[in-house]
């Protein structure tokens, strides 16, 4: 168990959250959702002990641990990937590179005997079977052996979220874990995070992710800390009936205001010293109701776009000896929306700074239209003057953007729609939270006024009530959209059509929203079609006599069939158990041994079936 008592924490003068309690224990599974700079991130630390509170107290169970993956995890850059996953249990992974070394040798069998048993007290090849499954789930299989050094940030952020998963402590504590990683990764850490032991706590903007796991929802809004039963759907539920009384209460405000109003336009006896609480009090409701006008939905106007809009002919790109895409077409409409998907490292962002005109194709052509006028909102910060004020550096951008209906939006009202309050916008830009930098660098895309739109990542550090703000933004929007993105409700939400990188040549095209295509998505390539594809086409002008298949291999061939199919079958059976079972170690064990036997067995009846096949044809 760990508990909060009266925790408060301010920066800076600024009070982030105060007086919170909340008691953690085995099985909770807790989102933490608020705007950028609210002090989520903070709250984290604190429970990890990193940040002292400025008042209350913190109580943690003996013996109890608290793992923390923070948004920029420092991973030691001499230790190789594996070694760094491992290294949660440090003095067992020193026990273990005995082992290997004693075990090369292979001369002191007794002092590999007590190693071993020393190995196996400590829980040690359970570990390795964890890491293993999290290792190969997370994409980092292929790079095991490459040293940290050598890998981008992204890559890195996921030893750190493996290296977490394997510790498997007590209270796991997660700050946006689904950053850097693919549809396929987050759909197996759902299913992980699910069957977890201990308690997770998360800050994350994946919507469908913290649906699916979270039990409670804490709410951190103007230094408050509200908890709230359920997931996020029912989190979403409870703010809406609390909202419907609060517009009540408002639409009362607002008649009352009216009244107030009327009263005071009738004169001279407003001067009345007797009437000043009256006319102080309806003044004290007037920016309450503006403020509520202020909200109500506008079109969005953009500059003219014509009828071409871009169009990518047999364009190809390789990095070294990895085909990213080859001889690809794409011709993007007016108005149209585009979302793409893939695996990290399949080529998402090399083919958005392909068309953008950003890199160079090997081959092939991209030409947009002339009335294109294109923003490109990339993983990277812009680099933002620390000392200029917030409205400053929106200014520097456009001092308005045209509404449809003619009038214009000011750059003090654009942040304003993306929750910048009247005094962050006069807060210079180095006291910015990172997400809220990042909020910033959005703006000054949006405030440019473009009629093409590239969004890469976007969801990647906004939070979701900005997320809500740029959804709500880009319905509206009239301009053609392309956008890359893990964030599977964003893209169901935003997009008409998908580009899927499934590993062909040319990314595939899809109708409807990433939850169309998880539907229909085709399952992984196995070793039997990998072999079928990859065995060679001999072509021989000699006159020869086909040798046909004996009876015996006839029955051999039907055999094998039967043999792959059953054995297919137990592959999704075992992997089904890898991804529910996380904490059953024995079965997990027992899952991953056999899993691999059968990997074996079945390349090795797969070959012998491709040999068959082709005879048989």
């Known amino acids: 168990m760990l508990r909060l008592e009266g925790i408060t924490k301010q920066i800076q003068g600024q009070t982030l959250f105060e007086n919170v309690d909340l008691t953690l224990v085995a099985g909770d599974r807790l989102g933490v959702i608020g705007v950028n700079g609210c002090g989520k991130s903070t709250f984290l630390k604190v429970i990890a002990g990193q940040v002292e509170p400025d008042k209350g107290s913190i109580w943690v169970a003996e013996g109890y641990r608290v793992g923390y993956l923070p948004q920029a995890p420092q991973v030691d850059g001499n230790l190789s990937v594996a070694d760094a996953v491992y290294q949660s249990q440090a003095e ?89 990683l693919d549809t396929d990764s987050i759909d197996w850490l759902e299913g992980y995070l699910r069957g977890y032991a201990g308690a997770v706590v998360m800050v994350t903007h994946d919507r469908y992710f913290l649906d699916r796991i979270t039990s409670r929802t804490l709410e951190i809004e103007d230094a408050q800390v509200t908890c709230y039963q359920g997931n996020y759907a029912r989190y979403l539920e409870k703010k809406s009936e609390l909202q419907a009384l609060a517009e009540a209460s408002e639409a009362k405000r607002a008649n ?54 871009l169009d990518a002919e047999g364009i190809s790109k390789s990095f070294g000896s990895k085909r990213l895409f080859e001889k690809f077409d794409l011709s993007l409409a007016p108005g149209e929306r585009l979302g793409i998907v893939g695996s990290n490292g399949s080529g998402k962002t090399t083919l958005l700074e392909v068309l953008s005109g950003r890199l160079q194709p090997d081959a092939g052509t991209v030409e947009m239209g002339t009335t294109v006028k294109l923003g490109y909102f990339d993983q990277e910060n812009r680099e933002l003057d620390p000392n200029m004020k917030v409205i400053d550096a929106l200014r520097e951008v456009a001092e308005s953007i045209p509404l449809a209906n003619g009038e214009v939006l000011t750059a003090s009202q654009m942040l304003e729609r993306f929750l910048f309050s009247g005094r962050l916008q006069h807060t210079l830009v180095g006291r910015l939270s990172g997400g809220e930098r990042r909020r910033l660098y959005l703006l000054q895309v949006l405030m440019g006024n473009p009629n093409v739109l590239f969004l890469d990542e976007p969801s990647n550090d906004l939070d979701i009530p900005t997320l809500s703000c740029l959804e709500d933004y880009l319905d509206q929007y009239p301009g053609s959209l392309l956008i890359s993105s893990h964030d599977r409700y964003l893209l169901d939400r935003c997009v008409e059509q998908l580009l899927a990188f499934e590993g062909g040549p040319q990314p595939r095209r899809v109708m409807g929203g990433y939850s169309d295509y998880a539907q ?98």
Not at 135 to 148: C, E, K, N
Not at 296 to 301: K, Q, S, V
Not at 544 to 556: C, G, H, Q
């Open 92 to 180: 067992v992974l020193t026990l273990w590179h005995e082992y290997e070394k004693v075990a090369e040798v292979g001369q002191d069998m007794r002092r590999l005997g007590e190693l071993q048993h020393s190995l196996e007290s400590a829980g040690f090849f359970e570990l390795q079977v964890r890491a293993d499954i999290a290792m190969t789930q997370l994409g980092l299989g292929p790079l095991r052996d490459v040293p940290i050094d050598k890998l981008s940030g992204g890559q890195r952020r996921r030893v750190a979220l493996a290296q977490a998963l394997t510790r498997q402590p007590d209270v796991l504590l997660l700050d946006e874990p689904t950053n850097h």
């Open 520 to 617: 229909d998505k085709p399952a992984p390539v196995t070793a039997a079609k990998k072999t079928a594809a990859a065995a060679p086409v001999v072509v021989d002008n000699a006159p020869v006599r086909a040798r046909k298949l004996s009876f015996k291999e006839k029955r051999e061939l039907e055999s094998l069939e039967v043999s792959i199919a059953r054995a297919e079958t137990r592959q999704v059976e075992l992997e089904e158990v890898l991804s529910t079972q996380a904490t059953n170690y024995s079965a997990v064990r027992a899952a991953h041994e056999e899993l691999e036997k059968l990997k074996s067995d079945l390349e090795t009846q797969m070959e012998r079936w491709a040999e068959l096949a082709e005879l048989a044809d």
């Open 256 to 309: 009352l205001w009216r009244r107030e109003l009327e009263w005071l336009r009738r004169g001279p006896r407003a001067r009345a010293t007797k009437q000043k609480a009256r006319i102080e009090r309806a003044y004290e409701l007037q920016p309450e109701y503006q403020k509520k006008q202020d909200g109500l939905e506008i079109g969005l106007g953009s500059a003219r776009l014509g009828k071409k809009v």
